[in-house]
């Protein structure tokens, strides 16, 4: 009866110990996503915005410059937007290259 009850306990510690371990390994799985999302480099560009587009959530920049090259942005809710941007307006955008081969907007500033 005594080795019944030791080989319970046993066994549910050994089950309990097993679901600690994998929730551990899922926890430290998000936070690696997460620490590799915000390790992605920012570059930074100014110019003058020629359209807003999608609702908002996308614009084009003529990057200012010898070279007139336009570049393409997407904004989402975490996009940081500092005055009031505008088709005319010059800007800096700070942004992220995105694996989709998208920029995406970390903020946006108008110049005075």
């Keep these: 009866m005594i080795r019944k009850l030791f080989v319970g306990v ?3 510690g050994l089950m309990s110990l097993g679901t600690a371990l ?12 997460r620490s590799e999302q915000q390790q992605k480099a920012t570059k930074s560009v100014s110019g003058k915005v ?3 587009g999608n609702g908002g959530h996308s614009f084009s920049l003529e990057v200012a410059g010898e070279s ?6 997407i904004v ?3 996009t940081q937007v500092n005055g009031q941007v505008k088709e ?5 955008v700070e942004y992220q290259a995105m ?3 998208q920029n995406l907007a970390v903020s946006v500033s108008a110049q005075a």
Excluded: L, P, Y
């Design 99 to 101: 694996e989709s081969g």
């Design 76 to 78: 989402d809710k975490n």
């Design 50 to 52: 020629i359209q807003i």
């Design 22 to 33: 994998s929730e551990h390994s899922v926890r430290a799985q998000s936070q690696s996503d």
């Design 68 to 73: 007139k090259s336009t570049m393409e942005f």
């Design 88 to 92: 005319g307006s010059t800007v800096t």
């Design 10 to 12: 046993a066994i549910v």
